[in-house]
């Protein structure tokens, strides 16, 4: 670092920039103001809200054992759990199909599928939701449908777990259609075409080379989605049942109506260490600077 | 000259950063003279708005800003860190009197607020009265040609009364419904039997199609017809017969809470918002309010200004009155959490 007259052209680029950066104070100077504000609106607040829940109402570990040991906190939990993988899988199932075509073709068909997909991605998550309600609903055109072909009284479909998987599943779907669609964009369509001139029929293609190549998509959304779903909360309200009550919700009741802070701090502490441990294990197998393709 | 306009306009903007905190303080010194409400929004802060605000500032010059919705926990948070988005909130009387107990409500300025000029009862736990909240049993009348349920053993019959039902997802208002329907009169509710409750509640809940927990998501489902009959906030469904729904209230067995008006302790406009406060429960400004919508003015008097026709809808009219659950808002207050709590895990088992 000291030779700041030597040949920078000598140096190769990556040893270049990693001196550029140390020396030069713009760094900084760029680096100090979001530093500082993740600091002030994020990391402190957070750091209150772990302090809260050993403090709150005295110092001790009791809310992190009622959380452990009182059965509905257990459940509330593990089905928070349970319902993000749930939504996630489907969200997989449902999106990569269709982020596959919009990669693979380059025509008005692509256009479409994208416009249909940022408009939806654009378009609130409560309009949508109140939306399902109307669609479920027991004047809904499911329903109707259901007795003009003449199938009886239709299923009750609204209030359930049905009900409240597709509403977070469909305000998701987005999210993985765009992660995935932009890992598939960047696979190269002569690949696919080097694998057919080596005599694999399209599916094998599609098996040995497609596939792969499209992993890390599968992997930065699911882990979008899963993370975003971990933390619902209107959606399940209006669509679902109080069996389904995700975490969110009972932060939301203990804050609110039983002002249990304390509590709800710890049961908040316990959310973020879970989701923390998510990523580490992603940034163990995929490497978080992945994250956006 | 480009060098000097750019210092003038660097010198503004680090005075208008300067003077930044001064502006903003400067709303509490009575000069600005504007205080901030904490309120529900939609129909509710509409009719405030007509009944309280701005009478209130044609009188006495005094501006008033709005803040939705209610919420407890900021309440809370302001008087904790000492920063505060409004002065006067609408809050329950249950969650007053626990708030008061926490010490984040402002003790009544009795040299501002006039002894002989409030009605008896008016304050509660160094809050004023506001209005008297119904939520009753509420059905389609057109579900129910042969006549529809008149008490909550009616509700509970779910063979002489077939019909999707829906409840109020609040588990010390349920408990209530749940002991009268289980034979125990309106007046004898309190203290709150819990085992014997959850015990009448085990046999309604494979009945209850939803749970609600906004007002307006109430009205949604019996306006689409997703439900027939259900727990309703009285003026929700009263909306509803405005609105030309052919729906039915019971007031038999209804709880009638009361609303109240508290200032957070230590809200720079306090002065101000007492003598709001002060305004807002006089007889005329209550009627405005019932006049719009139906909950019931706290101010005896104040029935001088309704119409009968109102007034046999609103929750304090004598004789809804009579029949309905009067909670005790201490037992409330000190149980509320331990029955929350076992109700969620009832609900979720």
């Known amino acids: ?293 | 000259m480009r060098r000097r306009a750019f210092l003038n306009g660097f010198a503004a903007t680090v005075t208008a950063a300067a003077a930044g905190p001064l502006i903003v303080t400067d709303r509490t010194i009575a000069q600005t003279r504007t205080m901030f409400v904490n309120t529900w929004g939609g129909s509710w802060t509409a009719a405030e708005e007509a009944a309280f605000f701005k009478p209130f500032t044609e009188a006495t010059g005094i501006r008033v800003r709005t803040v939705a919705p209610v919420s407890y926990a900021k309440l809370k948070a302001q008087v904790q860190s000492g920063s505060y988005e409004w002065d006067v909130t609408a809050i329950t009387q249950a969650d007053l009197l626990r708030a008061d107990r926490e010490g984040l409500v402002e003790p009544i300025d009795w040299s501002i607020v006039k002894k002989d000029k409030l009605f008896p009862n008016a304050v509660y736990a160094n809050g004023l009265a506001y209005c008297a909240l119904g939520t009753n049993l509420a059905y389609r009348k057109d579900k129910f040609p042969q006549g529809g349920p008149k008490t909550w053993a009616d509700f509970w019959d779910v063979k002489k009364f077939p019909g999707n039902r829906s409840m109020l997802n609040n588990a010390v208002r349920t408990a209530q419904f749940a002991l009268v329907a289980d034979g125990v009169s309106p007046d004898k509710v309190f203290p709150i039997d819990v085992d014997r409750a959850f015990k009448k509640l085990d046999q309604i809940k494979p009945h209850i199609k939803v749970w609600w927990t906004q007002g307006n998501q109430s009205q949604q489902l019996l306006r689409d017809g997703e439900v027939d009959m259900m727990v309703m906030w009285n003026a929700r469904a009263s909306e509803l017969q405005q609105q030309g729904l052919p729906v039915e209230l019971v007031w038999h067995g209804a709880t009638i809470t009361t609303t109240m008006w508290g200032i957070a302790k230590g809200a720079p406009n306090r002065k101000l918002a007492w003598e709001f406060l002060q305004f807002a429960v006089q007889p005329k400004p209550q009627a405005d309010f019932a006049n719009r919508l139906y909950y019931g003015p706290t101010n005896p008097e104040a029935f001088k200004f309704v119409s009968p026709e109102i007034a046999r809808q609103l929750p304090t009219y004598v004789e809804n009155a009579k029949v309905a659950i009067k909670p005790d808002t201490v037992w409330e207050a000190e149980h509320t959490a331990r029955i929350q709590e076992r109700f969620t895990q009832w609900l979720a088992a």
Not at chain 1, 71 to 97: I, R
Not at chain 1, 218 to 240: A, R
Not at chain 1, 269 to 282: E, F, H, N, Q, R
């Open chain 1, 1 to 293: 670092m000291a030779g700041g007259l030597s040949p920078a052209a000598a140096l190769p680029t990556e040893v270049r920039t990693r001196a550029a950066r140390s020396r030069s104070p713009a760094v900084w100077l760029l680096l100090g103001p979001p530093s500082l504000v993740l600091t002030l609106l994020f990391m402190l607040p957070i750091g209150l809200v772990l302090v809260t829940s050993i403090t709150d109402p005295r110092m001790s570990l009791a809310h992190y054992q009622r959380i452990f040991t009182v059965p509905l906190y257990t459940h509330v939990m593990l089905n928070t759990f349970v319902t993000s993988l749930v939504v996630t899988a489907l969200c997989l199932v449902l999106g990569y199909p269709v982020a596959y075509v919009m990669a693979r073709r380059s025509d008005w068909v692509s256009t479409l599928l994208l416009t249909i997909v940022a408009m939806s991605f654009w378009t609130g998550f409560l309009v949508r939701t109140y939306a399902w309600l109307v669609i479920l609903g027991s004047k809904g055109p499911v329903t109707g449908a259901y007795q003009a072909l003449g199938l009886g009284p239709a299923p009750q479909l609204l209030f359930t777990s049905f009900a409240s998987t597709l509403g977070m599943t469909h305000i998701l779907l987005p999210y993985m259609i765009l992660a995935l669609f932009a890992v598939m964009k960047k696979i190269e369509p002569d690949q696919l075409k080097a694998a057919a001139s080596l005599g694999a029929r399209p599916r094998a293609a599609f098996a040995a080379v497609f596939l792969p190549l499209s992993l890390p998509g599968v992997v930065n959304g699911s882990l979008l989605v899963f993370v975003s779903c971990l933390g619902f909360f209107v959606t399940p309200i209006l669509l679902g049942t109080p069996r389904d009550m995700m975490i969110s919700q009972l932060i939301n009741q203990q804050i609110e109506e039983l002002l249990a802070w304390g509590f709800a701090s710890a049961v908040a502490v316990i959310l973020l260490i879970a989701t923390g441990l998510i990523l580490v294990v992603y940034n163990r197998f995929a490497g978080l600077d992945r994250l956006w393709g």
